[in-house]
């Protein structure tokens, strides 16, 4: 293409500029983003370009300027760019930014499985886990959340050790596992977070409907289990054996990670929880059964601190 000034003068002159149309073409053709993209693509443009891609050129400039005034688009979520296509201008449809960023976020939270968890661990992450002060216990449970997700990112066909979290209500034991889940969804693994408290309630309520194993299966095939609240409520001897020893017991010989969080320590969890029924009875030998698949899939770590929920 020669001067681009001079084919513009030629072209105003040429065409009558009485009628609005030509008027809106005119303008087009003059808008700087046109006249940048003409004059970076010059070499490659027909010489007639702009006496035949008029209306494309109105028709990008149009559909930006509506876009920035947050008016009605032709294609929602999406902006008009202008590309050579065989020596002429065409309008393509691209998703802006704030589309691409939904998008992302949409199939991030795809990834992430909870059932009856906070959605406070939707906006989870390790960069917002704040390790004030002299908490050195809680720079170490990052750490290893951290190690975690680069070992398993690495080998995620190798067995991984999950995490037992533990330590007093409100220390941040969900967030972490919120944050472990959502750093997993980024590179493209999914995970399955289960308040079990609510779970154990909702399996006790299928019961009669007859879905109890289709749903158990559902948790225990999970990729990756994090199992919340571990120990929060009293535990049925029912719940205990058939469905977290269940979904233990497959997830210890499928090597599947799994994480845990609970108020109790692991021996705290066996002694006061696991090992005594409703009814106030021992049941040792049961209790110690699942406590070995515990250990097996899962590696103790305390967390301590201050109480970080809204007062
Ligand atoms: P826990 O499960 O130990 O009882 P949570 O994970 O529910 O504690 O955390 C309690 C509150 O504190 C939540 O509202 C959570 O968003 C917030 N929180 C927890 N840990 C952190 C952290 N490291 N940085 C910022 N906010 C946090
Ligand atoms: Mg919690």
Redesign the pocket.
């Known amino acids: 293409m020669q001067d681009l000034g001079k084919s513009m003068r030629d072209l105003l002159n040429r065409q009558n500029l009485n009628s609005d149309y030509q008027r809106l073409i005119a303008n087009a053709i003059n808008d700087p983003d046109v006249q940048a993209f003409i004059k970076a693509h010059q070499d490659e443009l027909a010489e007639d370009v702009l006496e035949r891609n008029g209306s494309k050129l109105y028709e990008y400039v149009s559909q930006r300027d509506k876009l920035r005034a947050g008016h009605q688009v032709f294609a929602p979520g999406y902006e008009p760019k202008l590309v050579v296509s065989d020596h002429y201008v065409e309008v393509t449809y691209e998703p802006t930014e704030d589309t691409l960023l939904a998008q992302k976020r949409s199939m991030l939270k795809k990834r992430v499985h909870a059932v009856s968890m906070?959605k406070?661990i939707e906006q989870?992450s390790f960069g917002?886990?704040?390790?004030d002060g002299e908490e050195e216990q809680?720079a170490k449970a990052l750490r290893q959340a951290m190690q975690f997700v680069a070992d398993y990112s690495q080998r995620p066909h190798e067995f991984h050790q999950g995490l037992y979290f533990y330590?007093?209500?409100?220390?941040?034991?969900?967030?972490?596992l919120g944050a472990i889940a959502n750093e997993l969804a980024t590179l493209g693994y999914q995970s399955t977070l289960v308040h079990f408290p609510s779970f154990a309630v909702e399996m006790k309520n299928s019961i009669g409907k007859n879905n109890v194993a289709e749903k158990v299966d559902a948790i225990k095939q999970a990729p990756i289990l994090m199992i919340?609240?571990i120990g929060a409520d009293s535990m049925s001897s029912w719940v205990r054996d058939e469905v977290l020893g269940v979904v233990l017991e497959y997830r210890m010989q499928e090597e599947l990670p799994t994480f845990f969080?609970s108020n109790f320590s692991m021996q705290q969890l066996s002694d006061q929880h696991l090992s005594i029924n409703q009814r106030g009875e021992k049941e040792e030998v049961k209790a110690a059964r699942l406590m070995q698949r515990i250990r097996f899939l899962s590696h103790e770590v305390v967390?301590q601190g201050p109480?970080?929920?809204?007062q």
């Open positions: 906070p406070m989870a917002d886990y704040n390790v809680r330590g007093n209500f409100g220390v941040g034991k969900t967030f972490l919340d609240d969080s967390i109480n970080r929920r809204p």
